[in-house]
């Protein structure tokens, strides 16, 4: 079956403890991408990644990393997790970009840093 | 700075009738528009799309309408099931995949009543 996976899917920690949430994808996608939703924001792309080792920041980096050493996976890293860190995030990947790609998402990581 | 926008935060309709849900862009260089929509606990899943040199595309009870001279696109959803209630994105993305990135509003609540 074709899908995006992340794990984990919840997640409660404390302000400063690193932590890693992973993304996979079973599709042969080129281009990977995560993003964060929060009431009344709607979602916001943090990083994204058109290849492997090629990774850019998107509309809200601050606080996170990336690497992309895998065509199938692209984690998120949180060096030192703050509150205003806690959101819903999505992982999602589509076989091109731009072009209407269709991206395909995960089923989304809840976060909440204490 | 807000390039896609869903003025319209929830939306409700009777089972059977027609729900129509809009969305303005102010970026006149977005060549395709795409509309994605989220179940509680899921991940968004794409629903349709259309290029920015069509008006009109249809796929089943879904329709999707550009306006490029008004900057304006809707969802059409005939008729309404309780199943279509959700969260309903809309996005938009540049040509060439530049970034990469889907620019989403903020989404629109759709609840459809029995």
Redesign the interface.
Same mark, same amino acid.
């Given at each position: 079956e074709a899908q995006v996976t992340q794990n984990p899917r919840y997640l409660i920690t404390v302000t400063g403890k690193k932590l890693t949430v992973t993304c996979s994808q079973n599709m042969n996608h080129e281009y990977m991408s995560w993003y964060r939703q929060d009431p009344g924001l709607g979602l916001r792309q943090i990083y994204y990644s058109m290849n492997v080792e090629v990774t850019d920041k998107g509309d809200v980096p601050e606080g996170y990393k990336v690497s992309r050493k895998e065509k199938r996976n692209f984690p998120l890293i949180l060096e030192s997790p703050s509150p205003n860190q806690t959101s819903l995030y999505f992982c999602a990947s589509s076989l091109l970009a731009g072009l209407g790609g269709t991206q395909y998402f995960g089923p989304g990581t809840r976060l909440l840093v204490l | 700075d807000q390039q896609v926008k869903?003025n319209s935060p929830s939306l409700s309709v009777q089972e059977g009738r027609i729900s129509i849900l809009n969305c303005d862009y102010t970026n006149s260089m977005f060549?395709?528009f795409?509309w994605?929509k989220k179940y509680p606990?899921?991940?968004?899943?794409?629903l349709i !799309?259309i !290029?920015s040199i069509k008006d009109k595309n249809e796929d089943g009870r879904f329709t999707v309408f550009l306006n490029k001279s008004a900057k304006h696109l809707s969802l059409h959803i005939v008729p309404s099931q309780p199943g279509d209630s959700a969260v309903y994105?809309c996005?938009a !993305?540049?040509?060439?995949? !530049?970034?990469?990135?889907?620019i989403? /509003?903020? /989404?629109t609540k759709l609840s459809v009543k029995p």
């Open positions: - | 869903q060549d395709y795409l994605y606990a899921e991940g968004p899943t794409f !799309s !290029s994105f996005a !993305s540049l040509p060439g995949g !530049s970034q990469g990135n889907l989403f /509003g903020k /989404g």
